[in-house]
């Protein structure tokens, strides 16, 4: 090893140094003590450097010897791992060759196989030629009459089979079905509401209504005109009436007139306030209304900005029935359905509470509330599956999965219920959301209120837009275009407001 002459060399500079060490100084002593003294130093000093040589020789023989042996234990080492790796490369050529003979076996019989596969195709085909020639017919035409004997032979009796397999099936479908369903209905058991189109204000005293009149009934006109409601002051004792088709309008009029009575400081520009207040009120009302509604089913999960168009369908109605309320109840019956047969009960619950969120749409937008409702949920990236389920409840797309069907189901159940719906309700207002539709129509309205049970609509326009002489000619526009376009008993009155303002502020 190279490491040897290394510790050799390195031995024999220490010794040399050493003694070069103790030669300076004892010759340094020398001077001090004289010559005697000197020369015994000097033998003790070699003594003691003959010692040290003597020394550091036997611990390198021993580092060699060290250095020697692992250096033979890692020669064996090696020689070992070499046998190995031959062994283990003898055990894989013969493997291989084993491998290599397996594939030419299996090649052999590969072409073997394939040789009989075409001998046995010609002998099939020579047995069937000599059977078409014995029958004198062909194997299509022998395949042809022996399916119409046995149709004719067992006609009779496989569509009493099928027949009987059919009504007991469908017996059993029908009380299944019959069975789910009414299980459903018995365990949802919900009050039937009817909305109404008025709201009663409960006042203190009877001179609170002298307030909201007004001097010349001014109060009453501006509120009136600020949330398209008619206000009903009559002879019924501490309390006042408010009267829209609109929910949503009327529980905007009752909240500001509730706000006014508690201020007490009835007159225009506090009525523009509390009416400003009471909308952003009621926008929370709506959000809380949605929260709540999805809480109480168990859908957690709906984006943020569906909420509040969820909650506005407290405020819409069909047939007079609380459109969500009737979502609530669907999501119930339909996740019960849903249960009871296995489906996604997750996708059933959501597709049913949102199945009429389109009915919270403004009316400007054009589209069924099917159509509507399928592009929001699509906006704000709701499932699939959810809307699959969702958009066949009305059958204006095709049932595409399970779900759809329990939607469309649990849609019929809700409406369906003795006491639910009232249909000549619904005619009424829609009437009402018609003429409003209409005056909306036309160019430079801002907004329109149809109030007094459709008898009269007040019609807001943009100044900019529209000059008092244009006033004068929309107004019979619009007369015209009611009588064309809307069946109503007997007249409808059209009040054009054309209304100027001008602010500025005084610092």
């Not at 490491?3 to 300076?24: C, R």
């Amino acid at each position: 090893m190279i490491i040897t002459p290394i510790l050799a060399a390195g031995v024999a500079i220490l010794a040399f140094g050493g003694g070069y060490l103790i030669s300076l100084w004892l010759g340094k002593k020398t001077k001090a003590v004289g010559d005697a003294a000197i020369k015994a130093e000097i033998e003790a000093a070699e003594t003691k450097k003959k010692e040290i040589i003597v020394e550091a020789k036997a611990k390198a023989a021993l580092i060699v010897e060290e250095a020697q042996k692992e250096e033979r234990e890692r020669k064996t080492e090696l020689r070992r791992i070499e046998e190995r790796l031959e062994k283990k490369d003898d055990a894989l050529q013969t493997e291989r060759a084993a491998v290599d003979r397996d594939a030419r076996k299996a090649r052999e019989d590969m072409e073997q196989i394939k040789v009989l596969q075409v001998e046995l195709q010609g002998g099939q085909e020579k047995v069937n030629k000599e059977l078409e020639r014995v029958a004198g017919l062909t194997r299509e035409e022998a395949k042809k009459q022996i399916i119409e004997k046995s149709e004719e032979e067992y006609k009779q009796e496989i569509g009493g089979v099928i027949s009987r397999l059919e009504r007991d099936r469908k017996n059993e479908i029908e009380k299944k079905s019959t069975e789910i369903i009414t299980t459903a209905i018995q365990r949802y058991a919900r009050e039937c509401i009817n909305d109404v189109t008025t709201s009663v204000v409960p006042i203190q005293n009877e001179e609170i209504k002298g307030k909201i009149i007004g001097r010349e009934g001014r109060n009453i006109r501006a509120f009136e005109r600020l949330t398209g409601v008619e206000v009903i002051v009559d002879e019924s004792p501490e309390s006042i009436v408010i009267s829209s088709f609109d929910p949503l309008r009327r529980e905007h009029a009752r909240l500001a007139l509730e706000k006014l009575i508690k201020d007490g400081r009835i007159q225009p520009a506090k009525i523009e306030e509390k009416i400003e207040e009471a909308r952003r009120e009621l926008d929370e009302c709506v959000r809380k209304a949605g929260e709540d509604a999805a809480y109480e089913v168990g859908v957690l999960d709906l984006p943020k900005e569906i909420i509040p168009v969820l909650g506005r369908l407290n405020y819409r109605t069909s047939y007079g029935q609380n459109v969500l309320q009737h979502s609530i109840e669907m999501t119930f019956i339909a996740g019960m359905i849903a249960t009871e047969l296995h489906l996604n009960v997750a996708v059933v619950k959501k597709a049913a509470l949102l199945h009429d969120i389109g009915k919270a749409m403004d009316h400007e937008l054009e589209g069924t509330h099917v159509e509507l409702g399928r592009k929001l949920l699509k906006k704000y990236g709701v499932e699939e599956a959810v809307i699959k389920a969702m958009e066949a409840h009305h059958e204006e797309y095709p049932f595409s999965s399970p779900e759809s069907y329990i939607v469309a189901a649990a849609d019929a159940i809700s409406a369906a219920r003795p006491g639910a719906r009232r249909e000549t309700l619904e005619k009424y207002l829609r009437r009402l959301e018609e003429i409003e539709t209409v005056v909306n129509g036309f160019d430079g309205v801002k907004q329109s209120y149809a109030i007094s049970a459709g008898r009269e609509v007040r019609v807001f326009v943009t100044p900019e837009k529209v000059d008092d002489f244009r006033a004068l000619q929309l107004a019979k526009q619009i007369a015209g275009k009611l009588k064309s376009d809307v069946q109503f008993p007997g007249e409808i009155k059209v009040t054009v407001i054309r209304e100027v303002k001008a602010v500025e502020i005084a610092r």
